[in-house]
């Protein structure tokens, strides 16, 4: 089991502010990533770096080997990393089915002339990506709202089409941007238990919340971030009972 | 010295061009909507005066008075026509919606005033001051004067009073603004009304010192206008004024080194070069 | 209604294009008057024009409003090289691939710019494309226009009547449709929508968004050089007067009329606009006055267009800061839960 | 559902608009006893309105003088007026409604070059006259026998301008040019060059603009620093207004300044005011109270159109007058074709814009007058002979 994902001394400043300061962080293959954190610690300023959608004012990331750093996120995306929003960014007009078909954007190998034409790459690629989606939103229970438009579906439902969107990609690994925000406690089971089987099935995941509870359950290893720096990094257990962290999340005195 | 004399010359016009951009970003600030019909506000502010030398004889300041009142009237029926309804749609909506206002007012006023190229009175007539060879007319040094005094007075204006600062969080965000007790619509109506009266002032001005007033006369100005706020960066006041001397200069400098003909190339030159370097404009802020 | 209409439309799809293609071919032994067929070609003109703009402008969300900029340079392309005796059959396609080329080269220095910025720039284009067409009179006879631009040779006639030129229109309309239908059910079209429904979490699938913009304004500008380069041989005589920016919002009306991101959207929107004009024709001056009231009606009672559904509405977003009604629904949403 | 009730209203106030508009002229070809009808394009609504406006009350009141005076061989003539907004497209299907209407026996129009070139073939095709009071493209007329042009190529304005107003009577040695960037406006400045060429006159500054242009002050900057004695103007009254003020407030005052396109416009007179004192033109026609009828042609326009005569205006009322006089010389052998054949070989004629005699091409070769403002008023100063 190798690192995937690395960072190296990442800060990003937003003027004055230094929302991300000097953090390294690795993960490793196959497992469950945790980054916690109270609001406004920078966790997704992080995101947004590791992912390409922000450049860093410092630092680099790797990946699988690889100095992703300054990549635009499309390529970033091409090269196995996928990615799900704080606030839900679905495409809202448009089906369920169309939502995880674009997630297989980067399989596709069809161009303007193959879709004018009808050429055997574009039959082969619309029978393929038809094929995956389908299955992949049966793997998720999502079959029954498959052309349903995607703006119309209950909370909980948008998560996980946005999720499948993202497994669409085949990522190596797969960034949660607080993917249990907003749902009941059944909801938050489910995801959890969802999560551990993507684990079981081969994917990477990191995964952003504040919920300690989510976090703790789910997570192999589990980095705290405050203030933009990290302040303690280690297994559940570990995190814990760190002093910092508590005293961070709950103010001082206060014990788990 | 002849560069200097352009220099002058496009000076003088681009501070026609800020006129007319300054009431078009304070609408843009306020509504928050891009407008095609703020040169048919300039061309009825105009009109307006037309008929108030014909009626009431030669008074400008009062012309003017009576031009910002017009044009703020005409404002609220654009308000309630093109914007009130559509201020969380999709900002396409109220666009169209302002191009087919802007159809109708030409229209009516082919109609109503005619079609003809119609003169105003002279004010200061013959009188200027000389720098170097170049002459400056009264007309023109007012033109400067009052768009220093309106970009001074409007910033005053938003950082001050109650009123402006009302504007001023409605323009930066209309949720937040609400959330705070600030009625939104109102706001944005007297925002636009404002802005609007500018215009109006701005047509005046720009009748009288041109000497036409005509029914198709706002097509380029509203276009000028609209490219001097974006040029100077998005609700920006000062900016906005900037951006229009700049445009006047350009083109004059334009012509004095190539043709005539040339004029907008270069003020659309201009518009795109900035855009691509520096989309936010050349004093706006990021990220908008 | 729409979508009952839809529903109808998808179960017999085949006999429905069938008969449309039928009563299309037709359409010209049934009308004696060329006029009305003059009409019709004019209607046919703006169907691939506001087609192409809706390509841009509703499929991927970016915002061109100087649209008549890409069809002077197909109509000049067409007009300047007919005139050295190139064959015109093959002129209607170089024009549209000169057009797209200049597409591209519009496109890429502004792919960065959204909204109103992309907005005025394409203004700002079309304003200087056509005053260069103005002054550049070595190249495109400036203010002297092109007189004698040649029809084709069509089936041994060579003949701008209108009877004769309905079926070039048609069949390039249906060419232009045939492959804007095949291109949005594609990998591209998909690509297009995901940037205009949400370009950030596009981006995060691994679309490029740089490229299909950019492959997304080559594809409306080569419709749009098509579309100018037909109308050329027909009316004959072309100048630049014929560009102005008045133009470029007719078609952009025709399209959010019709109903933008929509295939049938700008099909409905040019009959629509170019019928109301002419039957208002009796009106005599205040026949813009009912087409001025008539556009601002239509926002007000059917913001989303005649053949537009709630999907189209959104199309623009790109435009609009607020994500509109939708965002207010999602709001009560949570508010509920 | 008032919505839904609305769109439905909207579709069927639509479908019916349709059938109206086909309808109509569904009705049974042929000529209707007692009536002769006369097409006119004229762009009564957009950019040109003022010139449309002006189309449509000049050619109405020829109608009605002839009619009053008893018609065409008796009959009754009547107008159809439609309006082209400027657009050649719109005129074509124009073109395509006047040709189809049997009736229709020859045509008055357009006011732009562009609507014109775009409707000859069509005009061609179908064997009737186009006579258009105003279209100035020195390839117009040309096009083929059945296109007349009546406000005259600047073939011979534009020598005439050069040679006799500009250097004869005013003596100018040094000549800047601004002229308006359209068809009309660069062959009107072609011509004046290539006059000025023949004489040796200089020409120091040649720059042009694009129609709806106000501020002048950088041309004329740049012209001054060429140092002419005289500008001439190749532009229409508003911009010659504009222009004269722009010059009078650079204190430029020791040029003078003639005009080809304007004529004697009252209008120039009414904006410019102290401005344009002193400046000369050329012009085809000028209406003095010793002309009675012109005269009488001139009040009565003016209170029905509520704007002061312009050239164009004058030149469509003679269009319809010739085409009328055309009619009534064929009597009842007037057809499409044979108008086209009488205009051609009419040598007659004279109207308001003074004599009407078309070259092989079908244009006019006018002769013109000088006139100048003195006193606030058009004062005329050479005739017709001037240039003998």
């Known amino acids: 089991m190798g690192v995937l994902l690395q960072t190296k001394n990442i800060s990003k400043y937003y003027g004055g502010i230094k929302a991300v300061q000097n953090i390294d962080m690795q993960v490793e293959e196959g497992e469950i990533f945790g980054i916690i954190g109270p609001n406004g610690a920078g966790k997704t300023s992080f995101f947004n770096v590791c992912t390409g959608n922000l450049l860093p004012n410092g630092g680099e990331v790797w990946f699988n080997g690889k100095n992703i750093t300054g990549m635009r996120p499309a390529k970033i995306a091409t090269l196995g990393v996928a990615r799900t929003f704080q606030n839900i960014q679905l495409f809202n007009f448009m089906t369920v089915l169309e939502n995880v078909k674009i997630g297989f954007h980067t399989h596709e190998k069809t161009n303007i002339l193959d879709a004018i034409l009808h050429t055997k790459r574009y039959k082969e690629d619309e029978r393929l990506t038809h094929e995956k989606a389908v299955n992949l939103i049966e793997r998720l229970g999502l079959a029954k709202e498959s052309d349903n438009l995607a703006g119309n579906l209950a909370y909980g439902v948008q998560r996980r089409v946005e999720i499948a969107r993202a497994l669409a990609l085949n990522p190596k690994i797969l960034l949660l941007d607080e993917p249990a925000a907003g749902m009941n406690p059944i909801e938050t089971k489910e995801l959890s238990d969802f999560i551990k089987q993507l684990r079981n099935d081969g994917h990477t995941i990191i995964v952003i919340e504040h919920d300690m509870k989510f976090v703790m359950n789910l997570c192999d290893k589990i980095m705290v971030i405050n203030f933009g720096k990290k302040i303690c990094e280690g297994g559940p257990d570990h995190v814990k009972s760190d002093k910092e962290v508590n005293e961070a999340y709950f103010g001082k005195g206060t014990t788990f | ?288 | 209604m729409t979508e009952k209409l839809k529903t109808f439309y998808n179960k017999r799809k085949t006999i429905i294009l069938l008969v449309l293609f039928a009563m299309a071919i037709a359409l010209p032994f049934l009308i004696e008057k060329g006029s009305v067929m003059s009409l019709i070609v004019r209607i046919m003109f703006y169907i691939i024009l506001a087609s192409s703009l809706n390509i841009i402008n509703g499929y991927s969300g970016q915002f061109n409003i100087g649209h008549a900029g890409f069809v002077l340079i197909g109509s000049y392309t067409l007009s300047i090289l007919a005139q050295l005796g190139w064959p015109i059959w093959v002129l209607y396609i170089l024009a549209g691939v000169v057009t797209s080329i200049i597409g591209l080269i519009i496109a890429l220095p502004t792919l960065r710019l959204r909204g109103i910025y992309l907005a005025l720039v394409t203004l700002g284009f079309s304003e200087i494309l056509r005053l260069i067409a103005l002054n550049w009179t070595g190249l495109t006879g400036g203010p002297m226009g092109i007189k004698g631009i040649p029809a084709p040779w069509f089936f041994g006639l060579r003949s701008t009547a209108p009877h004769n030129y309905y079926f070039i229109v048609l069949f390039f309309v249906i060419i232009c449709l045939f492959t804007s239908y095949r291109v949005i059910n594609s990998k591209v079209g998909r690509a297009w929508m995901s940037i205009r429904e949400d370009d950030h979490a596009a981006m995060s699938l691994g679309v490029d968004i740089r490229k299909y913009k950019a492959i997304n304004f080559m594809f409306g500008a080569f419709w749009a050089g098509v579309g100018g380069a037909l109308m050329a041989p027909f009316y004959t005589f072309i100048d630049s007067s014929m560009f102005s920016l008045d133009e470029g919002f007719n078609i952009l009306s025709m399209v959010i009329i019709g109903g933008q991101g929509t295939l049938i959207g700008p099909v409905v929107g040019s009959v629509v606009v170019n019928l109301t004009t002419e039957i208002f024709r009796f009106a005599d001056e205040a026949r813009l006055l009912i087409y001025a009231i008539m556009i601002m009606a239509m926002m007000w009672i059917r913001p989303q267009g005649l053949a537009g559904t709630s999907r189209s509405v959104i199309a623009n977003r790109s435009l609009g800061k607020e994500r509109g009604t939708f965002l207010k629904k999602l709001l009560k949403k949570k508010e509920v839960k | 559902m008032l919505k839904k009730v609305l769109v439905i209203v909207m579709c069927l106030s639509l479908l019916v608009g349709v059938f109206a508009a086909c309808g109509d002229k569904a009705e049974e070809p042929g000529e209707v006893a007692g009536v002769i009808k006369i097409g006119v394009a004229a762009p009564i609504t957009g950019n040109f309105a003022e010139y449309g406006k002006g189309f449509d009350v000049a050619t109405q009141m020829a109608a009605d003088k002839i009619n009053a005076a008893g018609g065409i061989n008796g009959k009754t003539l009547e107008l159809v007026v439609m309006d082209s907004k400027g657009d050649a497209k719109e005129a074509t299907d124009i073109a395509r409604k006047f040709t189809e209407d049997s009736e229709i026996i020859g045509v008055v129009g357009d006011f732009s070059s562009t609507c014109c070139m775009a409707t000859a073939p069509i005009y061609t095709e179908a064997k009737m006259v186009q006579l258009s009071p105003t279209a100035s493209h020195p390839d117009y007329a040309g096009m083929s026998e059945y296109m007349f042009g009546v406000m005259g190529r600047q073939d011979a304005e534009g020598p005439f301008v050069a040679q006799y107003l500009a250097a004869k009577y005013l003596g100018a040695e040094k000549l800047a040019i601004i002229y308006l960037n359209n068809d009309w406006g660069v062959s009107a400045q072609s011509n004046i060059v290539k006059g000025a060429d023949e004489i040796g006159l200089d020409i120091v500054a040649l720059e042009n603009f694009v129609d709806g242009e106000k501020d002048f002050t950088a041309t004329l900057t740049k012209i001054r620093q060429t140092n002419p004695d005289t500008i001439c103007l190749v532009m229409f009254y508003n911009e010659v207004s504009i222009i004269a003020k722009q010059i009078a407030q650079m204190g430029w005052d020791d040029v003078q300044i003639c005009a080809l396109g304007p004529g004697t416009s009252e209008q120039i007179i009414e904006l410019g005011g102290a401005d344009v004192e002193g400046i000369a033109t050329s012009t085809p026609f000028y209406v003095t109270e010793s002309d009675p009828v012109a005269w009488a042609f001139k009040t009565e326009f003016e209170s029905k159109a509520g704007f002061t005569l312009n050239v164009h205006s004058a030149c469509a009322y003679d269009a319809v007058m010739m085409m009328a006089k055309a009619i009534e010389n064929l009597g009842d052998n007037a057809s499409r074709e044979a108008i086209a054949g009488e205009l051609a070989s009419m040598k007659d004629f004279v109207g308001i814009t003074g004599p009407i005699i078309f070259t092989a091409d079908g244009d006019v070769f006018r002769k013109y007058k000088i006139a100048q403002i003195e006193d606030g008023q058009w004062v005329q100063k050479t005739d017709y002979d001037y240039a003998d």
């Open chain 2, 1 to 288: 010295m002849y560069l200097l004399e352009q220099l002058i010359n496009g000076i003088c016009q681009g501070s026609i061009y800020a006129l007319m951009a300054i009431g078009y970003a304070v609408i843009y600030g306020v509504v928050g909507l891009v407008t095609f019909t703020y040169g048919e506000i300039i061309m009825m502010g105009s009109f307006s005066a037309f008929y108030y030398f014909i009626l009431f004889g030669d008074n400008l300041f009062f012309a003017l008075i009576a031009g910002f009142i017009t044009a703020a009237v005409v404002g609220i029926v654009v308000h309630k026509v093109c914007y009130q309804r559509f201020l969380d749609a999709p900002r396409y909506i109220s666009l169209i919606c302002t191009i087919g206002m802007s159809m109708f007012l030409k229209n009516f006023a082919t109609i109503v005033f005619g079609s003809e190229m119609k003169g105003m009175p002279a004010f200061f007539a013959g009188k200027f001051i000389e720098i170097g060879t170049i002459r400056v007319g009264y007309m023109q040094l007012l033109i400067i004067g009052v768009v220093i005094a309106l970009s001074l007075v409007l910033t005053i204006y938003l950082k001050k009073t109650r009123m402006g600062m009302k504007l001023r969080a409605v323009s930066q965000d209309k949720k937040a603004a609400a959330l705070v007790g600030i009625n939104v619509k109102t706001t944005t109506l007297i925002g636009n009304c404002i802005g609007c009266g500018l215009g109006g002032v701005a047509g005046i001005l720009l009748g009288v010192y041109y000497n036409s007033v005509l029914p198709t006369m706002g097509g380029m100005a509203g276009l000028k206008a609209f490219s001097s706020m974006v040029l100077g960066g998005l609700g920006s006041i000062s900016g906005a004024a900037i951006g229009g001397v700049l445009i006047g200069v350009v083109e004059n400098l334009g012509i004095a080194l190539t043709s005539s003909g040339l004029r907008d190339v270069f003020a659309f030159l201009l518009l795109v070069l900035v855009l691509v370097i520096r989309p936010q404009g050349l004093f706006g802020k990021k990220g908008n």
